[in-house]
C-alpha cells in the first residue's frame, strides 16, 4: 500500500544537471522524512540527504558541496533530488526513501523503512 517510486536517471555530461523525482504513496505526507540515497560499486550506501515535508528543513552529505538540492511538492506528494555541476563521482545508483513522521527522525537511517528499486545516474568521466 505504501510505495515509493525514483525516476529521471540518465547518462549526463561532467558539469551537466539532473533532476530525480520521487513520488510517495504514504499517509500524513505533509509530515514525512524523506530522504536520498546513493550506492555506488564497492561502496557502502550512504545518505545524500533528506526533507521534512511539514516545514521543507533540509539537510545535506558533506560532499554534496552545495551542489544539489532537495525540495518538495506537498500536492503532488513528490519529493525533487536537484543535482547540478555533476561530477564523475556521483556516478551511482540513487534511492529514495520514506521515513518517519517527526523531523526528529530523518537523520537516524534505521527508520528509513520503504525504499523505491532506485534509479541509475551515470556521469561518464
Known amino acids: 500500500q505504501v510505495q515509493v517510486e525514483e525516476s529521471g536517471g540518465d547518462s549526463v555530461q561532467a558539469g551537466g544537471s539532473l533532476r530525480l523525482s520521487c513520488t510517495t504513496t504514504?499517509?500524513?505526507?505533509?509530515?514525512?522524512?524523506v530522504g536520498w540515497f546513493r550506492q555506488a560499486p564497492g561502496n557502502e550506501r550512504e545518505m545524500v540527504g533528506w526533507?521534512?515535508?511539514?516545514?521543507?528543513?533540509?539537510r545535506y552529505s558533506d560532499f554534496v558541496q552545495g551542489r544539489f538540492t532537495i525540495s518538495e511538492d506537498n500536492a503532488k506528494r513528490t519529493v525533487y533530488l536537484q543535482m547540478n555541476n555533476l561530477k564523475p563521482e556521483d556516478t551511482a545508483m540513487y534511492y529514495c526513501?520514506?521515513?518517519?513522521?517527526?523531523?526528529?527522525?530523518?537523520?537516524?537511517?534505521?527508520?528509513?523503512?520503504?525504499w523505491g528499486q532506485g534509479t541509475q545516474v551515470t556521469v561518464p568521466s
Open positions: 526513501a520514506a521515513g518517519g513522521n517527526a523531523r526528529f527522525y530523518c537523520s537516524r537511517n534505521f527508520e528509513y523503512k520503504t
Open positions: 504514504t499517509y500524513n505526507f505533509g509530515n514525512k522524512c
Open positions: 526533507i521534512y515535508t511539514r516545514d521543507g528543513t533540509t
